[in-house]
């Protein structure tokens, strides 16, 4: 597909820098210079970890471009997407291996053409020079993993697009985009693992339409912007032309949806017939079996306590619901519904499924339950064993 659907922005979760898409601004940077240890190595990186933790746990590996980690360009991007929830990082991928090409912020200070470039561009793209970076990249992610980070992504501008997909082959990284990156191919594609996005410019010099056209017939994600340049979200002139601004700020926008999906974790369901006393954090899919009806219960103290059940199943048995009134509205014969994150508690002996603060029903729930095993796992009585 050549399209990405943007995600809308929610002001409420935004800390500083997405409010008004990436910022340039050297002296307004937020995050740190960090130095993570390898082995015969100490790493240089910059860090930015969000204001607030979304709970996400997914860090992010930003790969510079060929213009290296001197200028800030990398930082803004880092700083960014700390804005937007996630723990980034953009390690010094040239330090003492290669100097960075000449340039500024928004200036290329000396053309790519000559001796001096032929040997830079075959350095940079040589297998030793990229296991050097898969080596880096190892302990920048143990790095993440310090900060809570338990998924990990990348994403990587021009050279630094390549070398990202490169790196999406290990398996390390469950989602990978390459914005305006050079050298792709529909076989460089084919070998990553976990989702793949491309962001990239009308007649891009470095990835060609042909390229782009059989990524996209092989199923990949290429977003193509018209009328920017090659280089645009990190080096467009954002100060004097509007127009590059926006399309940085909405090619961002797609980067932070693609991660954002990434992070979704499929759920594991249950079935009712694995149910037992001990049984927390699950998700089951079921049949409501029959009407709401009240329960009064009279506590040990003399005091009444009122809660409501429904029994409910799936092809592998049924159990009763215990609701709150406040979670009895929509729970009707026949409903369909998702019970998530819930808990089994002991009532007189016997299982009640229940959903508590930390839990949710969802009567949103697609599909059906034509069979509905026989056995009520709450008529088994448990008895309590102490040692």
Request: with cysteine; hydrophobic share 35%.
């Amino acid at each position: 597909q050549v399209s990405f659907v943007r995600a809308c922005l929610d002001p409420s979760r935004m800390d500083g820098p997405c409010c008004q898409g990436v910022v340039r601004d050297r002296n307004g940077l937020v995050g740190e210079e960090v130095v993570c240890k390898g082995e015969g190595r100490i790493l240089k990186a910059y860090h930015t970890a969000p204001k607030v933790k979304s709970g996400k746990r997914m860090g992010l590996l930003v790969v510079h471009d060929i213009f290296g980690f001197r200028i800030p360009n990398c930082k803004y991007i880092v700083d960014y997407l700390a804005s937007r929830g996630f723990d980034a990082i953009a390690p010094d991928f040239f330090d003492g291996k290669v100097e960075p090409w000449p340039g500024t912020e928004t200036e290329i200070v000396e053309p790519f053409q000559g001796d001096r470039w032929q040997k830079f561009y075959t350095t940079i793209f040589s297998e030793d020079f990229f296991e050097g970076v898969a080596s880096d990249v190892d302990e920048a992610i143990a790095f993440l993993r310090k900060q809570g980070c338990s998924r990990f992504g990348i994403l990587g501008f021009c050279w630094g697009g390549r070398a990202a997909e490169r790196l999406g082959k290990t398996g390390n990284f469950v989602a990978t985009v390459s914005v305006h990156g050079c050298g792709h191919s529909v076989a460089s594609y084919e070998e990553v693992k976990g989702g793949m996005l491309y962001i990239t410019v009308n007649n891009d010099p470095f990835f060609s339409k042909a390229s782009q056209d059989e990524i996209i017939a092989a199923g990949g994600n290429v977003k193509v912007v018209e009328g920017v340049p090659h280089g645009f979200v990190v080096r467009g002139d954002f100060a004097n032309d509007s127009k590059v601004k926006a399309a940085a700020d909405e090619a961002m926008e797609d980067v932070v949806a693609f991660f954002n999906k990434a992070c979704l974790r499929k759920p594991t369901y249950s079935k009712v017939g694995s149910l037992n006393p001990s049984s927390s954090g699950v998700t089951i899919l079921v049949k409501v079996l029959n009407d709401v009806h009240e329960v009064t219960e009279t506590k040990r103290n003399g005091e009444t306590m009122k809660f409501y059940e429904a029994t409910c199943g799936d092809e592998t048995g049924q159990v009763v619901l215990s609701l709150k009134e406040d979670q009895t509205d929509g729970i009707i014969k026949d409903k369909v519904l998702c019970v998530r994150n819930g808990a089994v508690r002991m009532v007189k002996g016997h299982m009640r499924l229940l959903v508590d603060k930390w839990g949710k029903l969802d009567l949103e729930v697609q599909g059906t339950l034509p069979e509905i095993g026989e056995q009520n796992l709450s008529n088994i009585e448990y008895e309590l064993v102490t040692d």
